[in-house]
């Protein structure tokens, strides 16, 4: 029972925090393509994602000016813009941070 219950917590954790994974991969792999994204995080992760959430998400994050897209070679490869740097940098540099809140919340208030 307790393994489900977490690999029900990672699931959410990945589906909620997409986004950020994203843009992490993008600052440590420069370009990635969708199909690239969905076998990364089912590699590293071990979860599959449907093509609609990721497509759906990168097109928002573009919207938003984090990425950007480019046709090459027929495919649209991703790229992380200034802003989006801004974005992980800010998160990633928060790190201590987010764990206490997130221990805050687990250990009760």
Do not use: C, P
Request: hydrophobic share 45%; proline share 0%; net charge positive.
């Amino acid at each position: 029972m307790q393994s489900k219950i977490l690999m029900e917590m990672h699931r959410r954790m990945v589906k909620d925090f997409l986004d950020i994974i994203i843009l992490a991969r993008l600052r440590n792999a420069k370009l990635l393509s969708g199909y690239e994204i969905m076998g990364l995080i089912h590699q590293k992760l071990g979860f599959l994602i449907s093509s609609g959430t990721v497509y759906s998400l990168l097109y928002s994050m573009e919207r938003k000016g984090l990425i950007k897209g480019e046709l090459t070679d027929g495919k649209r490869i991703y790229v992380l813009t200034d802003q989006g740097k801004g974005v992980i940098d800010a998160i990633l540099g928060s790190k201590e941070e987010l764990l206490k809140f997130v221990r805050t919340l687990l250990d009760g208030w």
